[in-house]
Each structure stands twice: as structure tokens, then as C-alpha cells.
């Protein structure tokens, strides 16, 4: 299993251009969801999803738009970058699927690093 | 949800036990407690998770009072390889919503 698969790693981006950040995973996770991080900061949640066809918001959803039209895919779309939006995006995954337990933990992938001109 | 609050940063040396506290004062019956750490560069990784008393694993033991107000991350005999960013993470895992992460505390392990 691959896991959880982020693309593009890296991406530069001037000031108005949008851009969709991709999202996989393998593992049949029933929930998906997407953070930024700032340096020195934490994780701040943007979007989540409980299954395919079901989003919502998180902390911080201005600016970014979801969609989940497959339980593997959930792309993360830049509608209008601005500066503000220099961050490290990770996307996380969790499921119940061929757990005994359900501990709820998620599993990230490696993140997009993206910088805003 | 559950708020948490966490030291932000923690020093220690090689061989040390390590102790991380983590408040949330307002936990819910259903909640769970979950500790994560992250690495520069790096999503964050589960560690361990617990409800009430006790929980030890291969790589931390966490304690939770009676109260479940707090909880307490011990990390055994640190290693360099221990410094990171350590989460403390409160919510219902059957409903995994919204699961929120604080600032963390910024661990560093010195020779």
C-alpha cells in the first residue's frame, strides 16, 4: 500500500492563479481531510470528509474549495491564491476498514509545499 | 470540542525521561485522548491513545487522571531522534470529525 499520496511535493504560484492539490489514498479510509501548516505553527484544519460526496469545513475554509466524488480522491482546490496561502499542506486519511480497533488515527502524507508570490 | 493546552517547548538530554502534560479541562464522555508527533518536514504520526488509567506501547505510556482534565505523555529514555513537535489531540474517534491539533509542544533533545 502506498498510503497516503500528495501532488505536486512543491509549487510556486503568483498572486490570483488557482491550482488543485491532489490527494490518494489506498487504504479504503472512509474520512479524509486537509491542513495547512505555517512555519513554526501547528496544523489548522481546512476541509474534511466523512465519505464520498460529504464535505465540510473546518478552522480555516476561506479560499479553498473540496470535493469528494471517490472514497480514494480528495483534491484540494486554490480558487484565487494570495500570499497568505504560503503554507505546507498536508492531507490526512482515517478508517474503520480491516481495523479491530477503531482509533480514529490518521495517516498523512508527506505534504505540498506551497509558496505564493 | 475539547481545547487543549500544551507546554510549548520542553528541553532534555540523551537517557532522560520525558514528561509532556496536556490540559483539556472540558473533555466529553466520548472523547479520546491521542498524542501524535511530527518531524521537520513531516506529517505528523500516531504515537498512542488512551481513554482513562494507563496505556503503554512500545513507545510512550500515557497517563490519564481519574478526571480525564489532563494527561500525561512519557517518553522513556530519550534520543536525539525524539526531538519533535509532540500534539495532544482530544475528540471521538468512531466520529473523527473535525479533529483539530493545537500548537503542540516543540520537544529537543540535547547530547
Known amino acids: 500500500n502506498a498510503g497516503v499520496t500528495q501532488t505536486p511535493k512543491f509549487q510556486v504560484l503568483k498572486t490570483g492563479q488557482s491550482m488543485t492539490l491532489q490527494c490518494a489514498q489506498d487504504m479504503n479510509h472512509e474520512y479524509m481531510s486537509w491542513y495547512r501548516q505555517d512555519p513554526g505553527m501547528g496544523l489548522r484544519l481546512i476541509h474534511y470528509?466523512?465519505?464520498?460526496?460529504?464535505?465540510d469545513q473546518g478552522e480555516v475554509p476561506n479560499g479553498y474549495n473540496v470535493s469528494r466524488s471517490t472514497t480514494e480522491d480528495f483534491p484540494l482546490r486554490l480558487l484565487s491564491a494570495a500570499p497568505s496561502q504560503t503554507s505546507v499542506y498536508f492531507c490526512?486519511?482515517?478508517?474503520?476498514?480491516?481495523?479491530?480497533?477503531?482509533?480514529?488515527?490518521?495517516?498523512f502524507g508527506e505534504g505540498s509545499r506551497l509558496t505564493v508570490l | 470540542l475539547a481545547k487543549t493546552t500544551q507546554p510549548i517547548s520542553m528541553d532534555s538530554y540523551e537517557g532522560q525521561e520525558v514528561n509532556i502534560t496536556c490540559s483539556h479541562n472540558?473533555?466529553?464522555?466520548?472523547?479520546?485522548i491521542t498524542w501524535y508527533q511530527q518531524f521537520p518536514s513531516q506529517g505528523p504520526r500516531f504515537i498512542i491513545q488512551g481513554y482513562k488509567t494507563k496505556v503503554t506501547n512500545e513507545v510512550a505510556s500515557l497517563f490519564i487522571p481519574a478526571d480525564r482534565k489532563s494527561s500525561t505523555l512519557s517518553l522513556p529514555r530519550v534520543s536525539l531522534s525524539d526531538t519533535a513537535v509532540y500534539y495532544c489531540?482530544?475528540?471521538?474517534?468512531?466520529?473523527?470529525?473535525?479533529?483539530?491539533f493545537g500548537s503542540g509542544t516543540r520537544l529537543q533533545v540535547q547530547p
Open positions: 472540558n473533555i466529553a464522555t466520548n472523547d479520546y
Open positions: 489531540l482530544v475528540g471521538d474517534p468512531p466520529g473523527r470529525r473535525a479533529l483539530t
Open positions: 490526512a486519511s482515517s478508517g474503520t476498514s480491516g481495523r479491530v480497533l477503531n482509533t480514529g488515527e490518521l495517516f
Open positions: 470528509s466523512v465519505g464520498a460526496g460529504i464535505t
